[in-house]
């Protein structure tokens, strides 16, 4: 069984903090991380995936097999990055399809 | 390029009845796949639709079914609804690839289905 947990439902931080959202996974096979973002009144996007390995909107994720975790960082928040964030799963052995969710985290970067 | 598209985007049904829900993938998608989303049980995975095949499915009764058709829309019914299925109905499309590494996966606005 494959099991995504966000242990912070709510996250609250000021413009300019850094910001870590958290994410704990159990997966026994190969796993593929995701961080899903949906904004305010917007549809659930993509946001960044472990293999890309990049930066996207300053936000970067390491995948921690040792830990089993795939947080979300960013240096710098912004207001504009206030919004529900959701980690990912998929399992090699299955279609990518087939995403396991974490609940989500609602940030909101204050003024 | 269009969005995934789901239609209706609301829907008001009662306990007994049926639904069905539709989704336009984005054009050259393959993969359909729809979730549920609910305040207590957040996004679980329903089914997967590639090529009019249901590659994949997930813990739900057999009263949630799909399909797909040639030009890769696809339908999600729900028989004999009870109260807990009022969700939002996301759908999902990609490319198809096995691995979502080449193959994200793109999603509609969802349909928010009230049984009462």
Redesign the interface.
Known sequence: AQRVTQPEKLLSVFKGAPVELKCNYSYSGSPELFWYVQYSRQRLQLLLRHISRESIKGFTADLNKGETSFHLKKPFAQEEDSAMYYCALSGLETSGSRLTFGEGTQLTVNP | KA??TQTPRYLIKTRGQQVTLSCSPISGHR?V?W?QQTPGQ????LF?Y?SETQ??K?NFPGRFSGRQFSNSRSEMNVSTLELGDSALY?C?S?LG?????N????????TRLTVT
């Open positions: 969005g995934v993969s796949s979730y957040g996004l679980q995975f997967e590639f590659r994949n997930g996301l999902a990609s690839a096995w691995s979502s590494y193959s994200p996966l793109h999603f509609g606005n969802g």
